[in-house]
């Protein structure tokens, strides 16, 4: 088996030998592996290790992990197999870049998923879905009935590992979140904290910024303020208006969303507070 | 004599024809010309054309222009003299990268400009200053004593045609800018509307982002809102923490800055409310 | 209609004027307009202008055109309608990424044309082709056999007025091209003129570059060697190996083809010589 | 002390568990780690360790590392104290804006070194140099003279641990290299391999490239063929001709260089047959 352990603790002498004299005698072998220290003095540390294990099995592994590293050593961490890739749910409303992107990656082998669940609150891109061979659930959101749809997101997620809103326009609520209780990406058409809200590049026009970006982040109950995953950006002259700068988005959007995810899907991604770590 | 003409007007139809025919009756040949309109039909029409005039001088040709085209199409104008370069005051703080950047790449040919005044808060940059063989003021400012030091600064640059705040870490009074009367160009080390104010690293740093920029625009009485002129941007990751960023920073604003400036000095800039048209 | 006036010829005074006015005197509203000389005196001179002409059609004004200015000043020009979408042929073999992003680019508006034929020799894009409302034409290259695939190729794409080579990754021979006799644009996946030929990714990566690109050109009988219409770039580290440098390639193919294609369709491009001025 | 350990060697297991619980075996304290393997399967593995050593020397523990690990695993390895900068010998010809730059980011304290030598074939930057304080050697080639330029400048380098070619012109022999016997950075200004050797900006214009770039490789006998360590590059337009390229280039060219001499005094670089690994 493949294995990825993520390891959050405080920064002390000994971590990476630890960790890895733990793997050597467990007969694993590590592939990659990348550390990150907030500071050697009493900062944060992160590390990512990828190792094959010819022998045993993860559960074992992580048992003895537990116990022989983990506690002595403050850490918070996961173990996962590379084998059993990430179950996705996407929501979408009617722009379809980022969801048709994201479909067209996943037929390439780009993005180690399946994509359980594709859910909008409109019915324009069912065509396409079932195209790439997959069910689209049209859950609309009346005015008023939000809870009746989260209901019934609930109920189409519950068994995804992550939600992805591929330009979902609704707010979910902090009681859905908690609910749904696994991560949630999200892609926002600029360059946070610049335009956080609605209209941003009507709002970017107006400014006359000379640069134009997207950010994908982790959801939080504050609205685009959760941890950045990544961003990028395009140059626009006086030439753009804002019909122009939604065209030119759209390609930063789709790009910059689909590494987020896929860095997610490989569990290159730690949550530090509001920041994160990208392995 | 090389001409530079610049103009702004309410778009509508034979604005072209009639500034190119009146400057081909003049004897002037067009070298380039840009145009711009925010919309055909009742928007706002930008033009800047580069000339050369073998005979006749740009005094005779701007009175001409103001009788035949100007004021029949209600034209905003400049006529520049491309051989009289602009005469230009830096003010600076502690930071001496922006500062160093101007003055090589004054001493290199690429910015067509006379340096006349440098000034700053601090004494520290006196020998480099000299170094190329410019002047040095130092004008300090004394808890209290802003208006003072304004006085001197604005005694000092009474005959330029452009200060360029090089990290200027000063804030100019509104009427210092009024009693100034000459355009302002600041450098922002943040990629403007994110982190204006203080401190844009750090806060950068804080909010996670994996883009850090620069932003030079004009001055203006309200800080960091006036128009931007250009910004840049460069990746970065969680390795870095802000001293880092500050010094990645350093790269962006002194080329930012000298984009800005050159494009100044060259009258590619026109602005038009809080935006800019940059030909 | 709308009109757009391509011209190119030898740089002198009065060109503007003359063609501005020209269009002034025909009741035609300039748009937008962009010049370029290769230099004032004695220089190559490249123009395009849109225009809206409320009275009147294209082919009287182009008459009137060539008579009142074209000749007298030396001119190569073009008139087209805004209003008539050029039809496009697709060729191409196993890569999808940039027929996809092509497919899904004309049905978001983005691409003003009709795509009237796709042609492959796989044939493996049948259902996607298909799936947005389009004919797919699988033209086999067999061993030799190349004269008559080239053959069924010009009848299918007699009418059309652009091809695009969205990864075709067969050699077209002159003769061919001869006879189409209508622009055709290619993608390289390498930064030309850097790795032209085959497997530019495998010699990218051999070379250790920290950069890797794609091409756009206009396709010449000397393979990878045409005029350059754009470029863009994408960075790599050591952690990158061929397979995924043809992933991330991908990404850079398919934005660079479409803006080539989309540049090309309204019309802004003109040739000179190996090099392309684009508006 | 402040200690790097870096390595190479045929990948296999527990690698990292060796070299980690040596290091904590003997007390010194990881503060990051790179590792780098090209196939976990009978590859090559990198890694480059910073830590810190609070009781002991350097030599002890690398004389302790060789014995019980480095020879049993058969690796090159080296270990440097972050404590001495190396000392750096800078070449220039005419072009002083690396030179410059150099300078200026070694006082600011960007570049941990100490620059013991500047020389150059031209006597134009002494005041330049002597304005930094430092000593400015003037050492001419003149037509014939080459053994004796690089004699003169073997014995001005001999000390130093690299040298750092900021634009110099002339070719250096494969005898002249081998005697100086440390490693060479140089500057070149295109995107290599393309248009290497002389006036690249030249024939960048000519082939119509639409990106420019600058490139920063070790410097082997076969010109510009070195491993490559930093690549960066700027868009150019049909605007551009040869003049402004060179000086839009010259600001990728000091930064590329300035990235590449900033990553080899940080022990970063680690060279892989014609390949590197920058950590």
């Known amino acids: 088996v493949n294995g990825r352990l993520l390891i959050t603790c405080p920064d002390r002498h000994g971590i990476v030998a630890a960790v890895a004299g733990f793997l050597a005698r467990s007969g694993a072998n590590i592939i990659t592996s990348d550390q990150h220290s907030t500071d050697p003095e009493g900062g944060e540390f992160f590390m990512r290790m990828e190792f094959t294990l010819e022998h045993g099995d993860l559960g074992s592994l992580g048992h003895a992990f537990a116990q022989e590293v983990a506690e002595r050593l403050d850490m918070r961490w996961r173990l996962t197999d590379a084998g059993h890739p ?14 048709v992107d994201l479909l067209w990656r996943h037929r390439r082998g780009e993005l180690d998923a399946s994509i359980d669940v594709v859910a909008s609150n409109h019915p324009d891109h069912r065509a396409d879905v079932e195209g790439f061979g997959l069910a689209y659930h049209h859950v609309p959101v009346e005015r008023g009935g939000k809870p009746e749809s989260e209901a019934r997101l609930l109920e189409l997620l519950r068994d995804v590992d992550l939600v992805v809103l591929a330009r979902y326009m609704q707010i979910l609520s902090g009681d859905f979140l908690t609910a749904l209780g696994v991560p949630v990406i999200n892609i926002h058409h600029s360059f946070l904290p610049a335009f956080a809200g609605a209209s941003p590049y009507q709002r970017a026009f107006e400014r006359g910024v000379k640069i134009i970006g997207a950010t994908a982040h982790y959801v939080t109950e504050e609205l685009d303020a959760g941890p950045i995953i990544e961003q990028d950006v395009a140059r626009v002259s006086h030439r753009e208006h804002p019909e122009t700068m939604v065209r030119l988005g759209r390609d930063i959007e789709r790009i910059v969303l689909s590494r987020a995810v896929k860095w997610h899907l490989e569990d290159r991604v730690l949550v530090h507070g509001n920041r994160t770590v990208v392995f």
């Not at 990430?86 to 969801?99: A, F, M, P, Q, T």
């Open 86 to 99: 990430k179950r996705v749910g996407i929501l979408v409303s009617r722009e379809d870049h980022c969801l």
